[in-house]
C-alpha cells in the first residue's frame, strides 16, 4: 500500500518537475545560447514522458 503512493507521488513529482523545468528554460533563462537551450527542453521533455510512462505502467498493473 504505502510502495503504490510513493510510487505515484514519484511520477507525479518528476512530471511536475519536467514540465516547471521547461517552463524556467523558455521563459526564464534568455542568457544561455540557444542550442542549450533546446537540450534542456529537450531533458524536461524526457522527464515528463518518464512520468507518462511510468503512470500508465502503474494503471495498467491495478487492472
Known amino acids: 500500500m504505502w510502495?503504490?503512493?510513493l510510487n505515484w507521488a514519484a511520477v507525479?513529482?518528476?512530471g511536475?518537475?519536467?514540465?516547471?523545468?521547461v517552463g524556467v528554460v523558455i521563459y526564464a533563462d534568455l542568457g544561455s545560447p540557444?542550442?542549450?537551450r533546446v537540450v534542456q527542453v529537450v531533458?524536461?521533455?524526457?522527464l515528463f514522458g518518464w512520468a507518462v510512462r511510468?503512470?500508465?505502467?502503474?494503471?495498467?498493473r491495478a487492472i
Open 3 to 5: 510502495q503504490r503512493g
Open 12 to 14: 507525479v513529482l518528476v
Open 16 to 21: 511536475l518537475f519536467g514540465l516547471m523545468w
Open 34 to 36: 540557444l542550442w542549450m
Open 43 to 46: 531533458f524536461g521533455v524526457l
Open 54 to 60: 511510468k503512470a500508465f505502467q502503474l494503471i495498467s
